[in-house]
């Protein structure tokens, strides 16, 4: 294995493991500001909104949830699933690094993730998820840039 090879291997893998733990960071952080949000008193300012958050229900499959109920569990569910992705990603990582090294697939759609989020992000969210998401997103973009490991020579797409 020549050194550009090897360099190109480590990149890929640590781009992926910044991407992954960004996502994690996003995630964590976000469930800590949540449960803190739950057990502090309310803001004054805030007050009016969240009773009547509280106070106004739906019906959502059958199932009848305040807007405030509906808020935290989108929330808490979204902060999850950051926390799992990323962690997935950084078993593949530790675990399975041939599924990043010789296909781009996973790094297609940790993109695709990735570049939606932050396009949420950047017209919903404050800034941290925002510097988080992005920095994602340029990790996984430079993760994309890098050649497919191969080894025989030959490109994955050849080699299968």
Do not use: K
Request: with cysteine.
């Amino acid at each position: 294995m020549n050194q550009e090879h090897t360099t190109s291997r480590t990149t890929r893998l640590t781009c992926t493991a910044v991407a992954a733990w960004a996502l994690l960071v996003t995630g964590v952080g976000h469930t800590v500001l949540v449960v803190v949000s739950a057990v502090s008193e309310t803001p004054r300012d805030q007050l009016d909104v969240r009773q009547a958050m509280v106070e106004t229900t739906t019906r959502v499959a059958g199932l009848d949830r305040s807007l405030w109920q509906l808020f935290s569990g989108f929330s808490l569910v979204m902060a999850l699933l950051l926390v799992g992705f990323g962690a997935l990603n950084l078993l593949l990582v530790r675990r399975h690094p041939g599924v990043l090294l010789e296909s781009r697939v996973v790094l297609w759609l940790d993109l695709a993730v990735v570049l939606t989020a932050l396009g949420i992000a950047v017209r919903l969210l404050p800034a941290p998820p925002i510097v988080l998401l992005g920095l994602a997103v340029v990790a996984v973009v430079v993760a994309l840039s890098r050649p497919d490991a191969s080894f025989d020579g030959a490109p994955a797409a050849v080699r299968d």
